[in-house]
């Protein structure tokens, strides 16, 4: 993969644009979701404004607060995939890349003795080690620096090691193959899995050694959180119910995984056709992260309407500041930073810098 260059935020649309099968063209040619009116300037100026919100609101140490968690790994890895995904490339010159740096550096060091990556006690440590997990291996497969790969590198192989262990924990039949909350829980839900499946992925990519049953399992659990009624996902294996945050979960860590256009994503991918984004929605910033990433790796048929319907969504209701933030739902939960984070990376999708992005 050839490495991405630290390019200002205004010019990524105007790269993508250069990419095979323009997706602003084809867009147009899709009668049931007419393009949005807005830009490549205003989608790249969002995500500028994003990025220096996110840039002030970094702490002393490299991290990132999360809501009324107080400084989470979590928060500051999405943080950091945040300037990743728009371009800016750690260890190479830039306006963020001591931000960069140091939320890097703030992820290491809290790596525990098991080879957890988590900094608080927040009830889902797993959700804070997924995503942390993934951010290194974005970080390994992006720097130019060889000592900072290499220190990211020894912590991935002992993160990649935890996630394998979790894994293995004695579980039923309907939960056997995914993770939940803790790496010693004895069931599995969708969300958490989502973030280690991904992480796994990202760090085979980076060059960690990853069990191939490890994967295998995975593909089985979130094929039984498919729903066949509806085509959505559901939270458990016959328990939750569907909707898009865990749809797109669903279809992405199956895309990852190698089931390419597989029954259950194709089924999942009709259904967020015909359940389209809501700012109001209870999970509005984890939907915009997983369903635009799912949907692009189906292809420009799917990606675009869904795109074309969240992207205004997102430029209206940034706040002056470069923020987001919703008050109302489990969004809240997380908070501003959390929010922000989130929102850069569903614009960034179609900048495809993240080694993770890309078909």
Known sequence: ??????????????????????CRAIAQDLPEAPRAPFSGAETDAAARRALDFLAGAQHADGSWESG????ATSVTSLAVMGFLACGHVPGEPGPYREAIARGVDYVLDNQRTDGMLVSNTSHG??????????MLAEVVGMTPDPGLADRCRVALARAVELIVRAQRM????DHAGGWRYQPGSYDSDLSVSGWQVVALRAA????????????????DYVRRCAEPRSGGFSYQAGRGGPNNPRTGTGILSLELCGEHNSPEALAGAEYLMTHPP????????????????ALFQLGDAYFLPYYSRI?????????????????????RTGGRNYCTA??????????????????
């Not at 993969?1 to 323009?22: E, G, I």
């Not at 009324?68 to 400084?71: A, L, R, S």
């Not at 809501?278 to 990433?293: I, K, N, R, T, V």
């Open 204 to 219: 085979r990519d980076a060059g960690c050694s990853v069990p191939s049953e490890a994967i295998d399992a995975a593909i």
């Open 68 to 71: 009324g968690f107080g400084k």
């Open 342 to 359: 989130m929102g850069v990376l569903a614009l960034a999708v179609e900048y495809r810098y993240l080694p993770i992005y890309q078909r």
């Open 311 to 331: 992207v205004p969504i997102l430029l209206d209701r940034q706040e002056a500041d470069g923020s987001w933030y919703s008050p109302t739902g489990n969004d």
């Open 1 to 22: 993969m050839n490495r991405a260059r630290p390019l200002p935020v205004a010019s990524c649309m105007l790269a993508a644009l250069l990419l095979p099968a323009p």
């Open 170 to 173: 004695p579980k039923s039949d």
């Open 278 to 293: 809501s700012w109001g929605s209870d999970y509005f910033f984890y939907e915009a992260y997983y369903c635009p990433q």
């Open 125 to 134: 440590p797993m959700y804070c080690h997924g995503i942390s997990t993934l």
